[in-house]
């Protein structure tokens, strides 16, 4: 499956392929293919050591990549370093482009710049909840704002910043 026959194209960055990640995006791309987009994933590695999923890398339906890079484990944390994300969002140029996984990552963090992005309508999708905020307060809450305003128009993000001034207010 090739994405250039789409002048449309929705690009997916996230961290790993999943199982539920792979259906997710077997079924989105059938569904953005029916409106005339294009759907292209790209992997910021093929797994992390404390995942025991036998991926089937048959099983995906879309364009998809595995970026080369790095991924340190940093405080129990993967934080992957994809320096080839840049080439990739350059060549793709998306229209819409859908970030999952951590606000920390540093491929993410690269990739959601309007410099790179420029005009691409972004979208954080976070797989956790308010509730899972392990800061609260201090420069690391701090920075995951500053973040995920980013996202000026992604709801999880505009719910996570929300939840975050609720809790500081609350202390």
């Known amino acids: ?8 194209l929705v690009v997916h960055i996230t961290n790993i392929p999943t199982p539920y990640r792979i259906h997710f995006c077997n079924r989105l791309q059938a569904a953005l293919a029916e409106r005339g987009y ?3 994933v790209l992997y910021c590695g093929e797994t992390e050591p404390n995942r025991g999923w036998k991926i089937d890398f048959s099983s995906m339906q879309y364009p998809y990549a595995v ?9 129990g944390a993967y934080l992957h370093v994809n320096p080839g994300v840049v080439s ?4 793709l140029r998306p ?3 859908l970030i ?10 690269v990739a959601s710049s309007r410099s790179l992005c420029g ?3 972004r ?3 976070s797989e956790a909840h308010a509730g899972a905020i392990l800061h609260r307060a201090g420069p690391v809450a701090w920075l995951r704002r500053r973040c995920l305003r980013a996202y000026p128009k992604s709801p999880a993000a505009r719910n996570v910043i929300q939840a975050q001034a609720k809790c500081s207010i609350a202390r």
Do not use: D, K
């Not at 499956?1 to 449309?8: D, E, G, I, K, N």
């Not at 970026?67 to 405080?75: D, E, T, Y």
């Not at 990739?88 to 060549?91: D, I, P, S, T």
């Open 1 to 8: 499956m090739h994405t250039a026959r789409y002048s449309r």
């Open 38 to 40: 294009g759907f292209h």
């Open 67 to 75: 970026m080369r890079g790095v991924s340190p484990r940093i405080a």
């Open 88 to 91: 990739w969002l350059r060549r």
């Open 95 to 97: 229209e819409i482009l």
């Open 100 to 109: 999952a996984g951590s606000w920390n990552m540093p491929t993410a963090l």
């Open 119 to 121: 005009r691409a309508f």
């Open 123 to 125: 979208v954080f999708w």
